[in-house]
């Protein structure tokens, strides 16, 4: 209930001091029980019943009456908020059109500044019918709420919650209304756009989809809003083609998993010799970390077209496999008659993942355990020529030899950079940090002609090999890079591992300011004590941070049920190398007609690593 900044220096007191004096085995569990990261407190005279419409909630703009919804996105609160002032303009008589806003969270509506009265009180009660917040953006004149009546630019929300309180939508998503001039013919509005701020007075009215106005919204969203022609123009620096997410997934504690895997490794007598990291379980645990993935994909990045799901015959039984944006594709798929199956081997299933029907010319690639943190636009990832952007790590990949015994991300690295010298007579030094890796098909495919001996060899392997090349998570950023093909980017991330005494401090830290573009929470190796006490520092930390239900998830599980069975190919089978080249992608399906007017508000249909060069299956 302490304001942040006092929390914050009691939390670093105990960090640099307390834990210090605590044994190391017990620093974890001592960090996670101080740090508080669950649902937020509440005062006893402000507690909610359970099926209570809405609660006073602590937000950024401090204590507001908030809306309850457990399945509720940013981009659907931001279409409620604009769509609830259209409407109320629109009954009003107000001659309104939409304008693209410069903000990727905010909708802008422009008005003419002589109906401004008219504008505000409506907007004032609207506001406190519904107890919405309606802020001064653009003073002009005095400001506070007397400078609502000369304001250039309004902010207007209606709060809404997950039903613990945990994270509030509010201002941030608003809808903002500009009030814009007219003179000598032309409308001016109060402040730059990312089309025109100027247009003739006479530009002709007509309607657009809701992707014409931002990049934050579902691509194949139809509902269509009055603007003024220039404004469906793209601009140079708009996305427009399809990127598709594809993520690798396993439940190591399936048993007719464990027995594939065990048979694997009583063949495979070489690992007798190498790096324990390439077996060990902690890279097949899963602690419902893919659940909340997709929970923060739908919420922070709903231009998505399709999430494709890579497993070993496996579907979490909370995953809604009929939703129309989900695939979930077999190894047995994407291998073909390649490769070793039944495979535990990350990099190798990495090397066929450009072989998915259907998938996307540009994709971005995630683990579980990799966590989009805020809204994003697509621009994070790719240029709008289509180039991918690549985020390299202040570690470096280790400069000595290769040795058998390195562990299986350093192997992989070295054997990345030898590629890379004998390709282009380059030294690849920096590992690439732990977030969505962008990627396209096309270059992928080209990297596996190329090094075709390297890239089959790396698929044949069961478990991790240290003649392995990690494609997706390394190689091809550098391939691209030194083809013309890609642009090193920045990107907000922070790394943490779950077996840190510290991880819980940065948690803490990321839920009060919610200021990452991305973060990763990987666990590289653990006993099964420490495993416990990392489930329960997830289990705090990824319901608080993203407790909005995805419209991924079912309301009731599904039965466990058995893969099939898997048939094992031979490491040398390549005929079927050049018989899995992709397939061109597919076409987006126009948007059908609608009507020329605002439409109500309609679910959404989606919205450096220092110790790694590869992402793991789990």
């Given at each position: 209930?302490?304001?942040?900044?006092?929390r914050?220096?009691?939390?670093?007191?105990?960090?640099?001091?307390?834990l210090p004096?605590?044994?190391?085995?017990?620093?974890?569990?001592v960090?996670?029980?101080?740090?508080?990261?669950?649902a937020?407190?509440?005062?006893?005279?402000?507690?909610?019943?359970?099926?209570?419409?809405?609660?006073?909630?602590?937000?950024?703009?401090?204590?507001?009456?908030?809306?309850?919804d457990?399945t509720?996105?940013?981009?659907?609160?931001?279409?409620?908020?604009?769509?609830?002032?259209?409407?109320?303009?629109?009954?009003?008589?107000?001659?309104?059109?939409r304008?693209?806003?410069?903000?990727?969270?905010?909708?802008?509506?422009?008005?003419p500044?002589?109906?401004?009265?008219?504008?505000?009180?409506?907007?004032?009660?609207?506001t406190?019918?519904?107890?919405g917040?309606?802020?001064?953006?653009?003073?002009?004149?005095?400001?506070g709420?007397?400078?609502?009546r000369?304001?250039?630019?309004?902010?207007?929300c209606?709060?809404?919650?997950?039903?613990?309180?945990?994270l509030?939508l509010?201002?941030?998503v608003?809808?903002?209304?500009e009030?814009?001039?007219?003179?000598?013919?032309?409308?001016?509005?109060?402040?730059?756009?990312?089309i025109?701020?100027?247009i003739?007075?006479?530009?002709?009215?007509?309607?657009?989809?809701e992707?014409?106005?931002?990049?934050?919204?579902?691509?194949?969203?139809?509902?269509?809003?009055?603007?003024?022609?220039?404004?469906?123009?793209?601009?140079?620096?708009?996305?427009?083609?399809?990127?598709?997410?594809?993520?690798t997934?396993?439940?190591?504690?399936?048993?007719?998993?464990?027995?594939?895997k065990?048979?694997?490794?009583?063949?495979?007598?070489?690992?007798?010799e190498?790096?324990?990291?390439?077996?060990?379980?902690?890279?097949?645990?899963?602690?419902d970390?893919?659940r909340?993935?997709?929970r923060?994909?739908h919420?922070?990045?709903?231009?998505?077209?399709?999430i494709?799901?890579?497993?070993?015959?496996?579907?979490p039984?909370?995953?809604?496999?009929s939703?129309p944006?989900?695939?979930?594709?077999?190894?047995?798929?994407?291998?073909?008659?390649t490769?070793t199956?039944?495979?535990?081997?990350s990099?190798?299933?990495?090397?066929?993942?450009h072989?998915?029907?259907?998938?996307?010319?540009?994709?971005?690639?995630l683990?579980?355990?990799?966590?989009?943190?805020?809204p994003?636009?697509?621009?994070?990832?790719?240029?709008?020529?289509?180039?991918?952007?690549?985020?390299?790590?202040t570690?470096?990949?280790?400069?000595?030899?290769?040795?058998?015994t390195?562990?299986?991300?350093?192997?992989?690295?070295?054997?990345?950079?030898?590629?890379?010298r004998?390709?282009?007579g380059?030294?690849?030094?920096r590992?690439?940090m732990?977030t969505?890796?962008?990627?396209?098909?096309?270059?992928?495919a080209?990297?596996e002609?190329?090094?075709?001996?390297?890239i089959?060899?790396?698929?044949?392997?069961?478990?991790?090999?240290?003649?392995d090349?990690?494609?997706l998570?390394?190689l091809?950023?550098?391939?691209?890079?030194?083809?013309?093909r890609a642009?090193?980017?920045?990107i907000?991330?922070?790394?943490?591992d779950?077996?840190?005494?510290?991880?819980?401090?940065?948690?803490?830290?990321?839920?009060?300011?919610?200021?990452?573009?991305?973060?990763?929470?990987?666990?590289?190796d653990?006993?099964e004590?420490?495993?416990c006490?990392?489930?329960?520092?997830l289990?705090?930390?990824?319901?608080?941070?993203?407790?909005?239900?995805s419209?991924?998830?079912?309301?009731v599980?599904?039965?466990a049920?058995?893969?099939?069975?898997v048939a094992?190919?031979?490491p040398?089978?390549?005929?079927g190398?050049?018989?899995?080249?992709?397939?061109?992608p597919?076409?987006?399906?126009?948007?059908?007609?609608?009507?020329?007017?605002?439409?109500?508000?309609?679910?959404?249909?989606g919205t450096?690593?220092?110790?790694?060069?590869?992402?793991?299956?789990?």
């Amino acid at each position: 209930m302490a304001p942040w900044g006092v929390r914050a220096r009691v939390l670093r007191s105990v960090q640099h001091r307390v834990l210090p004096r605590v044994a190391p085995a017990q620093r974890l569990g001592v960090a996670r029980r101080v740090v508080h990261l669950s649902a937020p407190p509440r005062l006893p005279l402000m507690r909610t019943a359970a099926d209570a419409p809405v609660m006073r909630v602590r937000g950024r703009q401090g204590w507001v009456t908030a809306r309850r919804d457990a399945t509720a996105s940013p981009a659907r609160v931001r279409r409620q908020n604009l769509d609830r002032v259209v409407t109320a303009l629109t009954e009003a008589g107000v001659d309104w059109f939409r304008i693209p806003a410069r903000s990727l969270r905010h909708t802008a509506v422009a008005v003419p500044v002589g109906d401004r009265d008219l504008v505000v009180r409506l907007l004032d009660g609207l506001t406190a019918e519904g107890a919405g917040l309606l802020e001064v953006v653009r003073p002009r004149g005095r400001k506070g709420r007397k400078g609502r009546r000369t304001a250039d630019v309004l902010r207007v929300c209606w709060p809404v919650t997950d039903p613990t309180g945990s994270l509030v939508l509010s201002l941030d998503v608003g809808c903002e209304v500009e009030f814009w001039r007219e003179k000598d013919g032309y409308l001016t509005g109060p402040r730059s756009n990312p089309i025109a701020d100027v247009i003739p007075a006479d530009e002709p009215v007509v309607s657009a989809p809701e992707p014409a106005f931002g990049a934050f919204s579902a691509p194949d969203d139809t509902t269509r809003y009055r603007t003024r022609e220039i404004f469906t123009l793209p601009s140079p620096d708009r996305i427009s083609f399809p990127i598709d997410v594809v993520y690798t997934w396993v439940d190591g504690g399936d048993p007719a998993w464990q027995a594939r895997k065990a048979a694997a490794l009583a063949r495979n007598t070489w690992l007798s010799e190498a790096s324990k990291l390439s077996t060990n379980d902690s890279r097949f645990l899963s602690r419902d970390e893919l659940r909340y993935s997709l929970r923060a994909l739908h919420c922070f990045a709903p231009w998505v077209r399709r999430i494709f799901l890579v497993t070993d015959d496996q579907v979490p039984a909370w995953l809604d496999t009929s939703h129309p944006q989900i695939t979930v594709v077999s190894h047995r798929e994407v291998f073909g008659d390649t490769g070793t199956l039944p495979t535990f081997n990350s990099q190798a299933i990495e090397s066929r993942l450009h072989r998915i029907p259907g998938l996307s010319e540009h994709f971005l690639y995630l683990n579980d355990d990799v966590f989009l943190g805020r809204p994003v636009s697509p621009d994070l990832f790719f240029t709008p020529g289509g180039l991918t952007r690549f985020f390299p790590s202040t570690a470096l990949v280790d400069s000595a030899p290769r040795l058998p015994t390195d562990p299986p991300a350093d192997s992989a690295g070295k054997n990345n950079r030898e590629l890379i010298r004998e390709a282009f007579g380059r030294v690849l030094t920096r590992k690439m940090m732990h977030t969505p890796h962008p990627s396209r098909r096309s270059v992928i495919a080209e990297i596996e002609e190329r090094f075709a001996e390297h890239i089959d060899a790396t698929a044949s392997h069961q478990f991790r090999h240290p003649d392995d090349v990690s494609l997706l998570s390394s190689l091809q950023q550098y391939y691209a890079y030194l083809t013309g093909r890609a642009v090193q980017g920045s990107i907000d991330y922070k790394y943490a591992d779950l077996a840190a005494p510290a991880t819980p401090f940065k948690l803490a830290e990321l839920l009060r300011h919610r200021n990452l573009d991305a973060f990763c929470l990987n666990d590289t190796d653990s006993d099964e004590a420490l495993a416990c006490e990392q489930a329960a520092l997830l289990a705090d930390f990824l319901p608080a941070y993203l407790p909005f239900v995805s419209p991924f998830e079912l309301a009731v599980p599904r039965p466990a049920t058995a893969p099939p069975a898997v048939a094992v190919t031979l490491p040398g089978r390549q005929a079927g190398r050049h018989a899995h080249r992709p397939a061109a992608p597919p076409a987006v399906p126009p948007a059908a007609p609608v009507a020329d007017v605002a439409l109500p508000a309609q679910p959404d249909r989606g919205t450096g690593d220092p110790t790694s060069t590869t992402t793991p299956v789990a």
